[in-house]
């Protein structure tokens, strides 16, 4: 029984990103090609999408860890790597989709709604494309991200138009059985339903669907039972129908009370006050279960209720049952405001592609913000010229601007990214304004004798210009 298939926690993982390629042109009698590295491919997103025709999570229960697959690396010659192929989940429509902190990220309503789960990694630059007027023939490409993954919760509160509730075995799942074409497990003993059935109904031109729930008892508000599982369900029905049990067998209950007891319920969980009800009097077809529906149906009158009587065994009273509720249904459906269009496609978090902060904390300083993070990680560390591309890209961002500020000084500790997943530097600043030569008290940089790495990379590059430029001014023909 605790196997309740509405919430499920899936793990997800969406594709790497392929690395872009660093390749130099080669052809016969043209020693010195361009650089044709390619650039590597998307990773694949997982997408949930609702899907009409799936109506349970039990799919993801079984199997709760989901992968897309990765984007292909650049090749030489401009090839650029494959991207890879998103992995699109069907859920139901309803579905719920939370952080494992409970906070709701998404409520997917409508055919097509759309939520990516976990967004697929950036494919890296190839060395083409990070070819420039100064970086003519670049020796390296930059890294494939690594594809988002985590986990969510998908929760599921049925989309019915019709909820039947009432206490276990008054006959609920008997009745969606012989109402529309669903199957439900039905037997005498209670909680015999554990997940809520699913049945469309038509009753002249109107179609609708009608939910099946466990069993309600005492206390269930409170989450005895199967109580607060099955509360969650009712939430999104348009129509409340109290399936009542004419011929139960305890002495102490009786339909009536029955009623109460599961009406107290409902007001605890709250919420459902507004949902039109109506009641139904079920087992009619037992003599002594006639005789107590023909007793208490004036009462339920004079409190309002709109009765009906029903045997699901001996089919009795079910097209009339079918028919008033298509009309309340109908009714209902007027009265509501149109859902919101569909096809709406949910993103995580907006990309904050804006800024950067720099934090000054114990002993060292920490760099967060999309881009330089991103960038980290598009950086092969074991090429020193990728390196060196990372460094110009954090400089012209105005990241060693800021470091200063926060007074940062050469030869301090940098750290970019968040605590989890950073990556540590040894700072060597490369902008020459003069403020970080004064270095800290008594030490002046001015008279260190090597260059730092960032001055050597510098003047290798210079050095490369000049060569690229006699390589282009040069013409044999
Ligand atoms: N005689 C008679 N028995 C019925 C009728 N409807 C249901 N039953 C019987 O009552 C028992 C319980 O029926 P279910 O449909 O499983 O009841 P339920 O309300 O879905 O029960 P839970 O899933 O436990 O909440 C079964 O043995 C049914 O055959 C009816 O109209 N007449
Ligand atoms: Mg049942």
Same mark, same amino acid.
């Given at each position: 029984?605790?196997?309740?298939?509405?919430?499920?926690?899936?793990?997800?993982?969406?594709?790497?990103?392929?690395?872009?390629?660093?390749?130099?042109?080669?052809?016969?009698? @043209?020693?010195? &090609?361009?650089?044709?590295? %390619?650039?590597? +491919?998307?990773? =694949? *997103? $997982? !997408? #949930?999408?609702?899907?009409?025709?799936?109506?349970?999570?039990?799919?993801?229960?079984?199997?709760?860890?989901?992968?897309?697959?990765?984007?292909?690396?650049?090749?030489?010659?401009?090839?650029?790597?494959?991207?890879?192929?998103?992995?699109?989940?069907?859920?139901?429509?309803?579905?719920?989709?939370?952080?494992?902190?409970?906070?709701?990220?998404?409520?997917?309503?409508?055919?097509?709604?759309?939520?990516?789960?976990?967004?697929?990694?950036?494919?890296?630059?190839?060395?083409?494309?990070?070819?420039?007027?100064?970086? @003519?023939?670049? &020796?390296?490409?930059?890294? %494939?991200?690594? +594809?988002?993954? =985590? *986990? $969510? !919760? #998908?929760?599921?509160?049925?989309?019915?138009?019709?909820a039947l509730v009432g206490y276990p075995s008054a006959g609920k799942s008997s009745l969606i059985s012989v109402?529309?074409?669903?199957?439900p497990?039905i037997a005498d003993y209670p909680f015999t339903t554990?997940?809520?059935?699913?049945?469309?109904?038509?009753?002249?031109?109107?179609?609708?669907?009608?939910?099946d729930v466990p069993g309600l008892i005492p206390?269930a508000?409170?989450?005895?039972g199967l109580?607060?599982?099955f509360?969650?369900?009712?939430?999104?029905?348009?129509?409340l129908v109290h399936v009542l049990d004419t011929a139960a067998l305890e002495?102490?209950r009786d339909p009536l009370t029955d009623l109460?007891v599961i009406e107290?319920e409902?007001?605890?969980?709250?919420?459902?006050?507004?949902?039109?009800?109506v009641v139904v009097l079920n087992k009619v077809d037992i003599?002594?279960g006639?005789?107590l529906a023909?007793?208490i149906?004036?009462?339920?009158?004079?409190?309002?209720?709109?009765?009906l009587e029903a045997s699901a065994v001996?089919?009795?009273?079910?097209?009339?049952l079918?028919?008033?509720?298509?009309?309340?249904?109908?009714?209902?459906?007027?009265?509501?405001?149109?859902?919101?269009?569909?096809?709406?496609?949910?993103?995580?978090?907006?990309?904050?592609?804006?800024?950067?902060?720099?934090?000054?904390?114990?002993?060292?300083?920490?760099?967060?913000?999309?881009?330089?993070?991103?960038?980290?990680?598009?950086?092969?560390?074991?090429?020193?010229?990728?390196?060196?591309?990372?460094?110009?890209?954090?400089?012209?961002?105005?990241?060693?601007?800021?470091?200063?500020?926060?007074?940062?000084?050469?030869?301090?500790?940098?750290?970019?990214?968040?605590?989890?997943?950073?990556?540590?530097?040894?700072?060597?600043?490369?902008?020459?304004?003069?403020?970080?030569?004064?270095?800290?008290?008594?030490?002046?940089?001015?008279?260190?004798?090597?260059?730092?790495?960032?001055?050597?990379?510098?003047?290798?590059?210079?050095?490369?210009?000049?060569?690229?430029?006699?390589?282009?001014?040069?013409?044999?023909?």
């Amino acid at each position: 029984m605790t196997t309740f298939v509405d919430r499920v926690e899936l793990h997800v993982a969406a594709g790497n990103g392929g690395h872009g390629c660093a390749s130099v042109h080669r052809e016969k009698f @043209k020693p010195l &090609g361009g650089p044709d590295g %390619g650039n590597g +491919g998307r990773g =694949g *997103d $997982v !997408i #949930l999408v609702v899907d009409q025709s799936v109506t349970t999570l039990l799919d993801y229960h079984h199997s709760p860890h989901r992968k897309a697959t990765n984007g292909k690396p650049g090749e030489g010659g401009n090839r650029s790597g494959k991207d890879g192929t998103d992995l699109v989940l069907p859920v139901p429509d309803g579905t719920v989709v939370l952080d494992k902190r409970g906070n709701v990220l998404a409520d997917l309503i409508g055919e097509g709604t759309t939520y990516i789960a976990a967004q697929g990694g950036r494919g890296g630059l190839g060395n083409a494309a990070l070819a420039s007027a100064r970086r @003519k023939a670049p &020796g390296f490409a930059l890294l %494939g991200e690594p +594809g988002h993954s =985590g *986990d $969510v !919760i #998908l929760e599921l509160k049925t989309v019915a138009d019709v909820a039947l509730v009432g206490y276990p075995s008054a006959g609920k799942s008997s009745l969606i059985s012989v109402l529309s074409a669903a199957k439900p497990k039905i037997a005498d003993y209670p909680f015999t339903t554990l997940v809520p059935n699913l049945g469309v109904v038509t009753a002249g031109s109107t179609v609708y669907t009608i939910a099946d729930v466990p069993g309600l008892i005492p206390g269930a508000s409170q989450g005895k039972g199967l109580g607060l599982e099955f509360l969650r369900h009712v939430e999104r029905c348009s129509v409340l129908v109290h399936v009542l049990d004419t011929a139960a067998l305890e002495s102490e209950r009786d339909p009536l009370t029955d009623l109460d007891v599961i009406e107290a319920e409902l007001a605890q969980y709250g919420g459902l006050d507004d949902r039109p009800r109506v009641v139904v009097l079920n087992k009619v077809d037992i003599p002594d279960g006639k005789d107590l529906a023909d007793i208490i149906r004036p009462d339920l009158e004079a409190r309002g209720y709109q009765v009906l009587e029903a045997s699901a065994v001996a089919h009795l009273g079910l097209k009339e049952l079918s028919f008033a509720l298509a009309k309340i249904v109908a009714e209902a459906r007027a009265a509501k405001p149109k859902e919101e269009a569909t096809r709406i496609v949910i993103r995580p978090k907006a990309v904050d592609d804006a800024g950067f902060r720099v934090v000054a904390e114990e002993g060292f300083y920490r760099v967060l913000g999309e881009k330089p993070e991103r960038w980290v990680r598009q950086t092969d560390f074991a090429n020193d010229e990728a390196v060196g591309y990372l460094a110009d890209r954090l400089a012209r961002l105005g990241v060693e601007e800021e470091l200063m500020k926060a007074g940062a000084h050469s030869g301090d500790e940098v750290v970019i990214g968040p605590e989890d997943d950073a990556v540590v530097f040894d700072w060597e600043p490369s902008l020459a304004t003069g403020a970080e030569m004064l270095g800290r008290r008594g030490e002046d940089h001015r008279f260190d004798a090597p260059r730092p790495a960032a001055q050597r990379r510098r003047d290798r590059d210079a050095e490369r210009d000049e060569a690229d430029e006699e390589f282009d001014t040069f013409k044999p023909f």
